[in-house]
């Protein structure tokens, strides 16, 4: 069945180190979350893409962060420079909303566990 | 701006007994709430939603959640639980002019054998 991938699924990297997480959405969602999750924050959103554009990313630290859509089937979130505070669990999500967002759920992907040490 | 609270951070019950997961919600126009489940070290799934229509949505695995307008909440229900339901429980709202979720803090419920 259709499910969200995302890899890697674990990553350690040492501080400084550019980090690259990638997703597939499901075939025919046009759009596309980032979340991140930690103990202290929770689930936080970071950006989410319509049709590979950006419509927010105002969650996202933009001096280190970047997320971008090259085409339909992927979605990447990278960190350059990784630090220590960047451990956690990032989330991809994706969807299909409808016209008179009736249709809203979310679809998510199993999670990248990053560690930077 | 909109929120979500969950005011417990873990629920314990024994199997067999009614569960409820509390959540509340704070938003300035028509809220979309929703209830997602993740067991450890997988991605969040969807339960249930509320849109519009009868406060009481029924969902995945047996869970029903009742929105109440008055209270602003949206409580997590099941008659019976069952010790494969132990796992962290969000509650999360969208308004209509938004596309992304804001989710509440994660309920864990740990139901006992």
């Known amino acids: 069945d259709a499910r969200v991938t995302q890899t890697p699924r674990h990553k350690v990297t040492e501080m400084g180190q550019e980090v690259t997480m990638r997703c597939q959405p499901i075939?025919?969602?046009?759009?596309v979350f980032w979340y991140r999750q930690t103990m202290m924050q929770g689930l936080e959103l970071l950006a989410y893409?319509?049709?590979?554009?950006?419509?927010?990313d105002s969650g996202m630290p933009k001096d280190r962060f970047s997320a971008e859509m090259p085409d339909a089937t992927l979605a990447t979130l990278k960190i350059q420079p990784s630090e220590p505070r960047d451990s956690a669990v990032y989330f991809c999500a994706s969807g299909v909303p409808a016209a008179d967002f009736t249709y809203n759920e979310q679809f998510f992907g199993p999670g990248t566990r990053l560690t930077v040490l | 701006a909109q929120s979500v609270a969950q005011p417990e951070d873990q629920v314990n019950v024994a199997e067999g007994n009614p569960l409820t997961v509390k959540c509340t919600y704070s938003v300035s126009g028509n809220p979309y709430l929703f209830w997602y489940v993740q067991y450890p070290n997988r991605g969040l799934q969807f339960l249930l939603k509320y849109i519009t229509g009868d406060n009481l949505v029924k969902g995945s695995y047996g869970f029903e959640a009742e929105f109440n307008k008055s209270q602003t909440s949206f409580h997590l229900k099941k008659p019976s639980a069952l010790v494969s339901d132990s796992a962290l429980y969000f509650c999360a709202v969208r308004l209509q002019s938004r596309r992304a979720l804001t989710f509440g803090s994660g309920t864990r419920l740990q139901v006992q054998p």
């Open positions: 893409f319509r049709n590979r554009a950006p419509l927010d």
């Open positions: 075939l025919g969602h046009n759009t």
